[in-house]
């Protein structure tokens, strides 16, 4: 069925490098892919979005780039810090979920000091 | 404001007891939404309020009532639960339901169903 896939599940990085999360989805009318942070104990909160007509969106250190050809979007960290550390959920809109949201899996991202 | 308020924090309940979650949201947000959520895993879609009226119940068992009463506020009535529904419920907010919009989430509340 139309879903989201989200990958890699767990993400260990040293402070200071880039953390890269990739998602794809099946639904090709998709025209909306957010992003949430979502720490310990915490509501998920938006960090970034990207919509159709745009291939990439950069807020300072933290990009999302989207290739609609491929059905795949990413999430880059870079300069990653200790409080970057969460689970991250990609999203995008499906028609199978009567044009909601459907978030990915997550993944769970570690910055090591 | 630029938030969403909910209450409880916390529950505790017996699966014969009856209790409500409420949310709040003072954006003008027209779209209001329930999500579960279990430990590990991404939230759950369950219920879509648009302009006050239901729109989507994403199969939920009947135990699970929401009500809207206002363009503020939504609330999640709970009654028989079962152990499984253990689990984080989430209320969001959106400008309206296509589902193109920024979801405000609350905080969330963490229900024990013993």
């Known amino acids: 069925g139309e879903n989201v896939e989200q990958h890699p599940s767990t993400l260990s990085v040293q402070e200071g490098d880039s953390a890269v999360i990739k998602c794809t989805y099946s639904d090709s009318a998709s025209n909306y892919f957010p992003w949430y942070k979502q720490e310990l104990g915490k509501r998920p909160q938006l960090i970034i979005d990207?919509?159709?007509?745009?291939g990439e969106k950069k807020d300072q250190r933290i990009a999302v780039t989207l290739n609609k050809t491929a059905k795949h979007f990413s999430l880059h960290i870079t300069e990653t810090q200790p409080e970057d550390s969460a689970v991250y959920f990609c999203?995008?809109?499906?028609?199978?979920?009567?044009?909601?949201?459907?978030f990915g899996s997550g993944t769970q991202l570690t910055v090591l000091p | 404001d630029t938030e969403v308020t909910q209450t409880p924090k916390h529950l505790v309940m017996g699966m014969t007891n009856k209790k409500s979650l409420k949310c709040e949201q003072h954006?003008?947000?027209?779209?209001m939404y329930w999500y579960k959520q279990k430990a590990k895993k991404p939230p759950e879609l369950m219920f879509v309020y648009s302009y006050e009226k239901l729109s989507i119940n994403e199969s939920v068992p009947s135990r699970f009532s929401p009500e809207c009463p206002n363009s503020s506020l939504l609330n999640l009535h709970l009654h028989a639960l079962q152990p499984e529904d253990s689990a984080l419920y989430l209320c969001?907010?959106?400008?309206?339901?296509?589902?193109?919009?920024?979801?405000?989430f609350g905080a969330g509340s963490r229900l024990t169903v013993l």
């Open positions: 954006m003008g947000h027209r779209a």
């Open positions: 999203a995008a809109v499906i028609s199978g979920s009567a044009r909601q949201l459907t």
């Open positions: 969001a907010s959106s400008q309206d339901s296509s589902g193109a919009n920024v979801l405000t």
């Open positions: 990207i919509r159709s007509n745009v």
